[in-house]
């Protein structure tokens, strides 16, 4: 029986399913649930999923669903049976993702804006996956509530280039990513609103703050220049508006500021980290660096400061990886295996039944194997007791046997996973050798290394230097400061004066793309190696 690939939001979680099994079989095997009053009989229309790329509606969903909702992809997931690869919604998940919404600031002082009493404001956060935006008092400068929700336009693809694509298909596509966005930032504040009792009339600032790509798809800028080398934005000025103009509905009079941009794909969220953490201001060398579907790394020599974007892919955010997944409930979180018989042990966010291994699970995995003698530096897996050879997915860890730990379904860590890995954290490593390269710094130089977001939070810091995605420091020198990028925004929501600095660092910054560099090929294979890097 032929089998397809059905990756199901927001948990970002890939099953195989054959031609045969619904989708609401296939939720319900990896143990997520979706309504279903009727039990599957389609005469509920409870089952409702949002499905990208979608096939025909059937009778019963004419029936059941309105047409607006089947223009947008919506079905009934017990009448559905997929025959090519999908992407499937569900929405109102009991299953929330886990979302980090705090941060670090550096203790540097920041000039509160005067004059703004009774006045509120929403820094948003706009990232490819979520979206955090935060309530604050503008003459208090505090914040109040802050709310997130992943970013709608992952249904049209986990990242950048695939949301540029389809960007880039007509002009529908682009009103349709830039509408979906718009909506969800107008959700957020209104619900930040209502939870804190504030007049949304009250909502005199909104600040967005995101990568290149997200920030033209939320003005509705062309982002055809953005898919094509070399990769230039149509704007890296910082823009100000009001949210009538850009087409916000709970913020219609409030002034809308987008921070400035430094190139395709270094956009205004790191200038907001390096605002965060004023990287500007340091006295040593510091690298900060921020993992998501691309990698943005940011070094500091005393304050000269030298940017690049590293092409990461998505393997530390689950997609690429067999069993990969989103750090929700259900994930596995971290990972030891035991010398003994190389067996895992396991944690799993919210403690039930594992459902596969989010980003800081992968690194361990690839650490753990590599410590025990299961894949060498060069990442060859090894067969051993658990290392099983498996006829469909070749040479594979056995993270989770069928019936073990009460999951319904085997979770295996593949030769080809470890291979993902060492792409994602070989493009890391190569961008932060080049940097220290053109800035002339040696690792011993290194003071510390700024992680931020999700990952950088989440990880053990001690897998990550097994597996060489930093250069070899002491471990005490690596740092997770949160959600950098939000603290960033929420200084631009309170200060002018911060603005002027973020203005000022754009226009100061060097960046440097690493697709010129000479040696970048032998530099990217040889940081693909798994040990140890020293300069
Ligand atoms: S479960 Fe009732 S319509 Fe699908």
Redesign the pocket.
């Known amino acids: 029986m032929r089998e397809h690939v059905l990756i199901l939001e927001p948990s970002g979680l890939r099953i195989a399913i054959g031609e045969q099994t619904t989708i609401?079989e296939a939720i319900r095997m990896v143990g997520l649930q979706?309504?279903?009053?009727?039990?599957?009989?389609?005469?509920?229309?409870?089952?409702?999923i949002i499905l990208n790329p979608a096939t025909a509606p059937t009778r019963?969903e004419t029936q059941?669903i309105g047409e607006h909702d089947i223009d947008v992809g919506v079905r009934?997931?017990?009448?559905h049976r997929i025959s090519f690869d999908t992407r499937a919604v569900i929405p109102h998940t009991s299953t929330a993702a886990k979302i980090l919404a705090s941060g670090v600031s550096s203790t540097s002082d920041f000039a509160l804006d005067e004059g703004h009493e009774g006045e509120f404001g929403i820094a948003v956060d706009l990232g490819t996956t979520t979206i955090v935006a935060y309530l604050l008092d503008l003459s208090k400068g505090n914040q109040i509530a802050n709310s997130a929700d992943l970013n709608p336009q992952v249904i049209f693809g986990e990242d950048v280039m695939s949301r540029i694509a389809y960007a880039m298909k007509d002009e529908k596509g682009r009103t349709l990513l830039k509408q979906r966005v718009l909506d969800k930032i107008d959700e957020l504040s209104t619900m930040l609103c209502n939870e804190s009792g504030v007049p949304s009339n009250k909502l005199s600032r909104l600040v967005v703050v995101g990568n290149t790509a997200m920030h033209h798809l939320a003005l509705g800028l062309d982002t055809s220049s953005l898919g094509l080398a070399p990769y230039e934005p149509q704007m890296r000025d910082a823009f100000t508006s009001n949210g009538r103009k850009i087409g916000l509905k709970s913020t219609p009079d409030a002034e809308v500021y987008f921070a400035p941009n430094v190139a395709g794909f270094v956009g205004s969220d790191t200038l907001a980290f390096i605002l965060s953490q004023r990287l500007d201001l340091a006295d040593d060398v510091v690298l900060g660096i921020d993992i998501g579907t691309n990698g943005e790394i940011v070094l500091s020599k005393r304050g000269e400061l030298f940017c690049c974007s590293a092409a990461a892919g998505s393997a530390f955010e689950g997609a690429t990886i067999s069993h990969g997944m989103r750090g929700q409930d259900g994930a596995i979180e971290h990972l030891t295996i035991r010398e003994i018989d190389d067996a895992p042990e396991i944690s799993v966010i919210g403690g039930g039944a594992p459902r596969g291994l989010c980003g800081s699970a992968i690194v361990d995995t690839v650490a753990e194997l590599l410590r025990n003698g299961l894949v060498d530096a060069g990442g060859r897996m090894k067969a051993s007791a658990r290392v099983v050879d498996d006829t469909k997915a070749g040479l594979a860890y056995l993270v989770v046997g069928a019936g073990e730990h009460a999951s319904k379904s085997r979770i295996m860590f593949t030769q080809r996973d470890v291979r993902q890995v060492q792409l994602a954290k070989g493009a890391i490593l190569a961008g932060t050798q080049i940097l220290m390269q053109v800035a002339n710094v040696r690792t011993e130089d290194i003071k510390a290394i700024y992680l931020a977001g999700a990952f950088g939070n989440y990880i053990d810091p001690s897998s990550a230097l097994r597996i060489s995605l930093f250069p070899p420091v002491d471990l005490e020198r690596i740092i997770a400061v949160g959600n950098a990028a939000g603290e960033g925004a929420k200084r631009l929501l309170v200060s002018r004066r911060s603005r002027g600095v973020i203005e000022q660092l754009r226009r100061k910054i060097n960046y440097y793309e690493l697709a010129t560099h000479d040696n970048f090929a032998d530099i990217f294979a040889q940081a693909t190696i798994l040990e140890s890097v020293h300069d």
């Not at 009934?76 to 009448?79: M, P, R, S, V």
């Open positions: 609401l979706v309504s279903s009053e009727c039990g599957g009989r389609g005469t509920c229309g409870k089952c409702r019963v059941l009934l997931a017990c009448q």
